[in-house]
């Protein structure tokens, strides 16, 4: 025989054998693609940014929450050329907020920096390399 019981916030549910062999009778309800508490990814159908996205991984409300969702704004927003590049004070301002919380912002170190550095030159380097053999 099945029954519940309740424990503080939560609701203990024990099931026989017996109740896991019928068929369950739930009706499964159709997504509202209009549910604002519906996860919808970073854009919303309208176009308009998700600031709940857990892709966005919080920044949007961390210490620089305002100056990040500036920034994306406006990228997201850009009709420039080069998308964003009317959005550079925009980011500067991001990244001078960031660097005020190095402990929740941490810049990439200097092992990240060094490898990165000899993967461009390495990289260089087999460029020239094919260069060279294309022109002999």
């Not at 549910?35 to 940014?49: M, R, V």
């Not at 409300?61 to 550079?88: L, M, N, R």
């Not at 020239?128 to 294309?134: D, L, S, T």
């Amino acid at each position: 025989m099945s029954y519940c019981r309740q424990e503080g916030k939560d609701k203990i549910i024990f099931a026989t054998k017996e109740d896991h062999e019928t068929p369950s009778s739930a009706e499964l309800v159709a997504d509202d693609p209009d549910d604002p508490y519906e996860e919808q990814g970073l854009i919303l159908p309208n176009g308009d940014i998700n600031w709940n996205c857990p892709c966005l991984g919080g920044m949007a409300s961390g210490p620089c929450g305002e100056q990040f969702k500036s920034a994306f704004s406006c990228f997201h927003y850009s009709t420039e050329e080069i998308k964003g590049s009317d959005c550079v004070d925009q980011f500067r301002a991001m990244q001078e907020c960031m660097q005020k919380y190095p402990d929740l912002y941490p810049q990439e170190d200097e092992n990240d920096e060094k490898s990165s550095k000899d993967l461009e030159a390495a990289s260089m380097e087999g460029s020239a390399a094919k260069e060279e053999k294309g022109s002999s």
